[in-house]
């Protein structure tokens, strides 16, 4: 009997939607990791780092920092840890993955304080070394994932592209570095997905997402997997699809457990399709209670002030903590304008 242990299957972590969810877990994979900078991405990485021995660094550490607050804590999306291929193949390569399903013109800063705090991280646990010869830092690359329904300038993500004026002279002072990109988007010829055949089920899976065309060909999808050996990491891949796929669409649950026992054949395959349809149930409880303390808080709003704003009502639809809109609804009741509110909503 398959144990309810599958992470696709645990709630989603407050703040998170599914599609983003989706997407960690996707680059938590170190082989499908890997296959999205070998062939979605600038191949000069390829080229030059070590992709085949990908290891799994810690997502969340704390830092420790001279305040009376105490250490900090730092969360990161998905890290790794390799090497150059070079002659020696000694110098570490370090792997900060970031996921986006929306254009963020942020996301070097947001990448680069990361990285940094990592890296200091590093250099304190080592003892805060001052010879280079007896501590080396690895090179720091900041990957982000993009598959969304717009379109990614990539030549924005550069960090000195944030700031508007810098003085030619300056340039040399104001650090640069840039976010190495693996946009998927770039991908929609499903017949000619590079990679492995789950890294090319899970990268159409989050295009057809936005192309509106998962429902129907969610089957077809899932009839790449006939290549491979069905694996307990396989398995794992085919559940979060499944997962996403079920908790963003109207595929219904029949399809979805035809579709897994196609592919997961016998007992393991029934069991699977039985503990998905319950993790999607589940989610859309919490997606519906959710929507429902939303649409509470609009009603205050509205009660009070006459109106709501459009960029006010957007910002309290797109939030997925549940706790965060209870806190929104005394806000209102304590706030004397709308511009007090929006205060506490930024």
Partial sequence: MIENNFEFLQPVTKGHNPHDYFGRKIIGDPLIAADLLRHYSDPVVAEHVDLDHLKAEPTQFFVPTPTITGPKEVR???????????????????????????????????????????????????????SRKKFKLPIPLMVMVYCGAEDLDEDLLYFQEMFEDIPEPFKLLVPQFGVVVSNLRRFNNYEHLPGRP????????????????????????LD??????????????????????????????????????????????????????????????????????????????????????????TTIRTMADPTALESLAIHVMHSPSLEEFGKALN
């Fill in 224 to 313: 790449r997997f006939d290549a491979v050996t069905i694996d307990d990491r396989i398995m794992d891949i085919v559940g979060d699809i499944s997962w996403f796929s079920g908790c963003v669409t109207d595929i219904g649950p029949e399809r979805i457990a035809k579709a897994i026992t196609n592919v997961i054949k016998g007992k393991k395959g029934i069991e699977m399709a039985e503990l998905i349809q319950k993790g999607i149930y589940q989610q859309g409880v919490e997606i519906g209670e959710t929507k429902g303390k939303a649409d509470i808080v609009l009603t205050l709003l509205r009660n009070k002030f006459n109106e709501v704003p459009q960029k006010i009502e």
């Fill in 198 to 221: 789950e890294t090319q089920a899970t990268v159409e899976t989050m295009n057809r997402f936005f192309d509106g065309t998962l429902a129907e060909q969610f089957p077809v999808m």
């Fill in 76 to 130: 990161l999306d998905v890290p790794y840890i390799t090497r150059l291929r070079d002659e020696t193949g000694k110098s570490e390569v370090l792997l900060i993955y970031e996921h986006k399903s929306k254009p963020n013109l942020h996301v070097p800063l947001q990448l680069g304080v990361q990285t940094m705090v990592s890296l200091y991280k590093r250099w304190t646990d080592a003892g805060r070394p001052i």
